[in-house]
């Protein structure tokens, strides 16, 4: 299991079969998260406030394959490979 942190927010778990948590530790903020197939098509945009411990990214409808998942929050911008199984 791979926990990939920025900050404060893991994404968790990696590889997935669907259902992605970004789990935050005490800092709030907006946030981007764009999902990229491995052809550099956007798949997914999705706009998410962080007000709790944990917000769901359900990637269930996407076929098996490696995603590219870009988060960008308070001024900053990471990009992450996703597995889902």
Partial sequence: IVKIKMNNYRIYPNP??????????GVTGNSMISVYDANSRLVRKQYLTFNSDA????????EKGIYFLKLSLNG???TNKIVKL
């Fill in 16 to 25: 997935t079969t669907g259902l992605l948590w970004l789990i935050n530790s």
């Fill in 55 to 62: 917000e769901p990214l359900d990637l269930t409808d996407l």
């Fill in 76 to 78: 900053q911008v990471v």
